[in-house]
């Protein structure tokens, strides 16, 4: 029986910058034209938090039920380390979906924005397709591109339609840099999961790419999201804040690109969800004094 503090690891709280950051975002280009609301921003957040910490249990259950969680480097696996029952951890999963489908509810109520809600419902889908299912897209290298989707465009610019009934160039510049934020994330937990998963058979990305390219593309995904953060001053240049945080993804990039492997990448993640936040603060807060 795992305890509470399992439970809440299991959750993966690390990631959890990954659900804030695109929020604070899609609430900051709602502020630069003067249509911010705070009470349908907390309930995108309730949203964006629910679906992420679903999704980890979701890919916490599916992997551990498919026997590639057995003897990974990092974070508590709750089936794949027999902690808790799978049916158990899977409840959990969908309780998360099910709680982020009515708050869900609530925003585009509220907001007027109900074919929002298909938006909604692919994305509950897609969260438990990632590692889930008959065919898991997570396994055969579209990992990134969901991260990208959902926890980029779709969190960012959904938090910014629901308030301001538009999108916006700032908006979509900011929900790019993000969600390439989040997908270094991603990248770097592969990274440091290729020998595993090579054995066990799930292709991520960088199974597919190799050690060497997969390095590339987290600094890719890293200095790009600053590219268009200095892009967006074109719009304002209060954007130009978010380079603040640009100190933070430098130390990243030069401990991935550095070779760190195994639990030596642990820190990358922290950091690269620490950069992200980062990122986001400054980056809302330039938005917001544009407005």
Not at 8 to 24: D, F, N
Not at 222 to 244: E, I, N, R, S
Not at 254 to 259: D, E, I, M, Q
Request: charged content about 10%.
């Amino acid at each position: 029986m795992a305890t509470a503090a399992q439970w809440v690891a299991g959750a993966r709280p690390r990631t959890l910058p990954a659900a804030i950051a695109p929020v604070l975002i899609g609430t900051g280009a709602a502020a630069a034209i003067d249509r911010a609301d705070l009470g349908l921003a907390l309930l995108a957040l309730l949203v964006s938090l629910a679906l992420q910490v679903g999704v980890n249990y979701a890919n916490d259950y599916s992997d551990g039920v498919r026997g590639t969680d057995s003897e990974r480097v990092g974070p508590v696996r709750l089936v794949g380390q027999r902690l808790a029952a799978p049916s158990s951890v899977k409840a959990a999963a969908f309780l998360c979906f099910g709680f982020a489908g009515v708050a869900g509810l609530a925003l585009v109520t509220l907001a007027n924005t109900l074919p929002l809600l298909v938006v909604g419902a692919l994305s509950v889908v897609a969260a438990w397709r990632y590692t889930g299912g008959d065919k898991p897209y997570g396994y055969r290298g579209l990992g990134e591109v969901y991260v990208f989707v959902f926890f980029g465009l779709v969190a960012t610019l959904g938090t910014l339609y629901t308030q301001a009934h538009r999108v916006t160039v700032a908006g979509f510049l900011g929900a790019c840099g993000v969600g390439l934020l989040a997908t270094a994330i991603l990248v770097a937990n592969n990274l440091r999961d290729i020998p595993t998963d090579a054995v066990t058979g799930k292709r991520t990305l960088a199974v597919r790419l190799g050690d060497r390219t997969t390095r590339r593309l987290y600094a890719a995904c890293v200095a790009l999201a600053f590219a268009l953060a200095g892009g967006a001053a074109v719009v304002t240049p209060w954007t130009l804040l978010a380079l603040g945080a640009l100190p933070l993804g430098a130390r990243e990039m030069r401990r991935v690109l550095g070779g760190a492997s195994g639990r030596d990448l642990i820190p990358a993640l922290a950091g690269t969800g620490a950069t992200q936040l980062a990122y986001a603060v400054l980056l809302t807060t330039g938005l917001a004094l544009a407005g």
